[in-house]
């Protein structure tokens, strides 16, 4: 009977030995699991924060566009306004041998203050293009032959040392670079190139003339395109007209020095018409400009055909009330 009992009482510690040792290895697997599962969440956070920090090529271009239109206000008209303004533009250039070209220019621009009268005024040129490779293109003065391409040009950065103006003539002188951030070969040089720029403008009561100009020489870039040595100029002509109308003349004109005299210059000639109007309580101008390539390139486009808008950006999203 006694030989029963510790035999029963044996079988009882042996099935709750193995109950807690299974229990046991149950929690240990569950925290293997626990563990695993940490692991992976952790994997999976360091991946996402690896993404957002190495971004694919294209999102670090689609990033720059628009940090320098969020960031890069333009003053109205030159003139010191509530609002700043965005000028952006879409361009056709028809009639060149290898195709026609379609084209969207960001042009922002705007004025840091360095001394009592003095400032900064920089203005950048971002260029959207569908395009072939074209002769007298004023961002890539030395185009590789190749098929129409899709995508970023070069970019154009312009900075201005300029007095405070107290008259009729506004004036600065400074530097241009360009960064060789086209996506294709056909849309960009290859080259980073710098040089001296120089600004002048005349306001008057009813006329509005000047121009921006860069001269640039390429200094690094890739080795196999050809070099720059090319003068940019954007000229700007506006008249008032009454009633929110006004006439504008704004060519790009550019020189490619390395070219033959015959195929040197590109010269536009023309102008168009625009209004300002309101959209809730902001003042938008809208313009339609035509021009001629009187002065051409051997297979450069014909004419031109544009729609400018300047687009206000109130002043309060610039400044730190803190």
């Known amino acids: 009977m006694k030989r029963d009992e510790v035999l029963r009482s044996s079988d009882r510690h042996k099935l709750a030995f193995g109950v807690r040792r299974e229990l046991s290895g149950s929690r240990l697997l569950r925290r293997r699991e626990e563990a695993v599962r940490d692991e992976l969440e952790t994997m999976r956070g360091q991946l996402e924060v690896n993404s ?88 890539n003065p030395e185009p590789v032959p190749g098929e129409k391409a899709t995508g970023l040009s070069d970019l154009i950065h312009v900075t201005l040392y300029t007095p405070k103006s107290t008259g009729k003539l506004i ?22 190139a710098a040089g001296v720029a120089a600004r002048i403008a005349y306001k008057g009561e009813f006329w509005n003339i000047g121009a921006i100009a860069g001269q640039r020489w390429s200094f690094a870039g890739d ?12 000229g700007s002509i506006r008249r008032g007209l009454g009633s929110g109308w006004f006439f504008v003349s704004a060519p790009i004109i550019n020189a490619n020095w390395n070219s033959s005299s015959g195929n040197r210059w590109l010269v536009p000639v023309g102008g168009g018409f625009g209004k300002t109007f309101g959209i809730g309580r902001a003042t938008w101008a809208a313009s339609v400009q035509a021009y001629a390539n009187v002065i051409k390139p051997n297979g ?13 950006v109130p002043t309060q999203w610039f400044r730190n009330d803190d």
């Open 52 to 139: 957002i920090r190495r971004p694919m090529p294209w999102m670090a271009t689609v990033l720059v566009i628009v940090v320098c239109m969020s960031f890069s206000p333009v003053a109205a008209q030159e003139q010191e306004q509530s609002h700043f303004a965005l000028p952006f533009e879409f361009e056709g250039d028809y009639g060149a041998p290898n195709g026609n070209a379609l084209l969207l220019r960001f042009m922002p621009f705007w004025r840091v203050p360095v001394k009592e009268n003095w400032s900064l005024v920089h203005l950048d040129l971002i260029t959207l293009a569908d395009a072939p490779p074209l002769a007298g293109n004023p961002i």
């Open 171 to 192: 004036w600065g002188v400074g530097g241009i670079v360009s960064v060789p951030t086209a996506t294709d070969d056909a849309l960009g040089s290859g080259k980073w």
């Open 223 to 234: 080795s196999d395109r050809a070099e720059i040595n090319a003068l940019l100029i954007r």
């Open 300 to 312: 450069a486009p014909d004419w031109s055909l544009r729609l400018a808008f300047i687009a206000p």
